[in-house]
Nanobody, 123 residues
């Protein structure tokens, strides 16, 4: 049974930082592209960042570039999202995602989802 479990969310003031973790089990982690998505209240789920399985190359949505950093630890089967300079508009539920399909930034290409974790940024 595949599981993706996020942790590290919470409440932070604008300008602060959070580090999200996603621990996985039940899959061959190194063979999956990993990604983070988020969903704000009343909005659709949107792509945040992805990290490619073989090269470790990273990709970011425009709003995340320069503030967020995605990384992975294949030995621990865990993916991370370091978020700095947080803004109130970063508030939402953040989801970890795993896919073996070639487009890790597309929600419809995700094979497995985490349950999501709340991030709230106060002004």
């Amino acid at each position: 049974q595949v599981q993706l479990v996020e942790s590290g969310g919470g409440l932070v003031q604008a300008g602060g930082s959070l580090r999200l973790s996603c621990a996985t089990s039940g899959l061959t982690f190194s063979s999956y592209h990993m990604a983070w998505f988020r969903q704000a209240p009343g909005k659709e789920r949107e792509y945040v960042a992805a990290i490619i399985r073989t090269t470790g190359s990273t990709l970011y949505a425009d709003f995340a570039a320069g503030r967020f950093t995605i990384s992975r630890d294949n030995a621990k089967a865990t993916v991370f999202l370091q978020m700095n300079s947080l803004k109130p508009e970063d508030t939402g539920v953040y989801y970890c995602a795993a896919t073996q399909k070639p487009a890790p930034g597309r929600a419809d290409q995700v094979d497995y989802w985490g349950q999501g974790i709340q991030v709230t940024v106060s002004s």
